[in-house]
């Protein structure tokens, strides 16, 4: 499919907005970064259970009560800023390969984004580049949990709390993907993805 079948540069007429999602709103944003702590939470309970029953959860006391402790917490802090930039590259990366347009990246005080604010994407582009972080991140941090699970505790909870951290942090995406399966079906759907901001354009009927 050309890039320019993926999107177009203005709304067709016969279009209405059925839904609009703004990131920066206080009430959207609150809940959905509780959701985001929520599952980093229970992430974290399960990779700490999962070591429990396996009996190696007794390395924790060594690790947190000597000086690796804070290098450890400054390895954590630069791994996680890292993954937010690459979460957002991976959203430009498919939108650029989709349309060829324009990307806008930003940080707001609710979360990091990335848009091609100037163009509608079709249903099928929308969900390609909404999901792909997940996608590509899931496919790597799996495998490494399953290798770290068996030769190290310690890399394995490090791990465990970055794959937490990113499952979380997709919870915004994950919802317009969920919108995308089970309300807006239509493949003539088109979204305007400012970044912090999607709008949602349906055919009228």
Same mark, same amino acid.
């Given at each position: 499919?050309? #890039?320019? #079948? ?10 209405? #907005? ?17 959701? &985001?702590?929520?599952?980093?939470? %229970? ?6 259970? %999962? %070591? ?79 999901? &792909?972080?997940?996608?590509?991140? @899931? ?54 993805? @400012? ?8 055919? #009228?009927?």
């Amino acid at each position: 499919m050309k #890039q320019e #079948q993926n999107f177009e540069r203005e709304l067709p007429s016969g279009y209405r #907005q059925a839904k609009y999602i703004n990131a920066k709103n206080a009430k959207f944003g609150l809940l959905f970064n509780l959701i &985001a702590l929520l599952v980093f939470a %229970l992430v974290m309970v399960v990779a700490v259970l %999962l %070591l429990r029953g396996k009996g190696d959860f007794s390395f924790a006391e060594d690790v947190f009560m000597n000086d690796y402790y804070f290098l450890a917490l400054l390895v954590f802090c630069i791994v996680m800023v890292g993954y937010v930039v690459l979460h957002e590259l991976v959203h430009g990366i498919a939108y650029k390969a989709l349309t060829g347009e324009k990307l806008t990246f930003g940080i707001s005080w609710s979360c990091a984004f990335c848009g091609v604010p100037h163009i509608y994407t079709y249903r099928r582009t929308a969900m390609i580049s909404v999901v &792909a972080p997940f996608a590509v991140f @899931t496919l790597l941090f799996l495998p490494l949990l399953i290798l770290f699970y068996f030769i190290s505790p310690m890399c394995f909870l490090f791990c465990a709390a970055i794959f937490g951290l990113h499952v979380g942090g997709c919870s915004g995406d994950l919802y317009v993907l969920a919108l995308f399966l089970f309300r807006f079906r239509d493949k003539r759907t088109l979204m305007r993805d @400012t970044g912090p901001e999607q709008y949602f354009c349906v055919p #009228q009927e």
